[in-house]
């Protein structure tokens, strides 16, 4: 996520040749990811993290705590010009287009929702992500696909997506500082709240083939080439 960054600041500075750019990529270890605004010793039990060997890292755009496991990541800097020149509501539904793209180009049918908030989800919650509303959601059959959280200053944006592709994210609840009743019920709403692509496809395609067709799906929703894809 420091290159995520690094390239957002390129752009915000006007350095001449930055160019948009999309980044796809996992972790490795799993570690907990927390928006740019939150404490760790607020977000997480800081024990429970350790025994089960994870770190956390502060990525530099905003939202609320993601465990990146099992997943694709995504971050996509440019410049507010050009294809990408949009307000804040608008990147977003322009982002959620691309990745709606992608998912029915792998034959699901999703939907682009902007759900009510929960009740339990006040600005002080350490709700995760995924349990947090945002500005343009994917869903299917109203079960959430995807989370993200955006950056942005006068010239250039940065935006993060975390988009599961099979549940192991739903240990983030595990990992709450709540009661261990509060945690079960956490982690049950987030099963019931969201869904990873390999709970909905009968294989998961090679991560080298979701990653292209991520790509091929931003390129076409905004109308560039990537250069080296």
Not at 7 to 31: D, H, Q
Request: hydrophobic content about 50%; aromatic content about 6%.
């Amino acid at each position: 996520m420091a290159r995520d960054l690094a390239l957002f600041e390129a752009l915000e500075a006007g350095e001449p040749g930055a160019p948009p750019t999309l980044r796809l990529y996992a972790w490795r270890p799993w570690a907990v990811s927390l928006g740019s605004h939150q404490e760790p010793a607020r977000a997480l039990d800081l024990a429970a993290l350790a025994a089960r060997g994870y770190d956390w890292v502060r990525r530099p755009t905003g939202g609320r705590a993601v465990l990146p496991a099992d997943e694709n990541t995504y971050a996509l800097a440019a410049p507010l010009a050009g294809p990408f020149a949009a307000g804040l509501a608008s990147t977003h539904r322009r982002i959620a287009a691309a990745l709606a793209r992608f998912y029915r180009g792998l034959g699901l049918s999703v939907a682009l929702t902007r759900p009510a908030p929960p009740a339990l989800l006040d600005p002080r919650s350490p709700a995760p992500c995924f349990a947090a509303p945002g500005l343009a959601e994917l869903a299917v059959a109203g079960r959430k696909l995807a989370g993200s959280a955006q950056r942005r200053g006068r010239r250039a944006f940065l935006q993060h997506g975390s988009l599961p592709l099979g549940p192991a994210h739903l240990e983030l609840a595990l990992l709450l500082p709540l009661d261990p009743a509060a945690r079960l019920r956490y982690q049950e709403g987030l099963a019931a709240q969201t869904v990873s692509l390999g709970e909905l496809l009968p294989a998961l395609p090679p991560r080298e083939s979701l990653e292209a067709a991520l790509a091929a799906a931003f390129a076409e929703e905004f109308a560039v080439v990537w250069l080296g894809a």
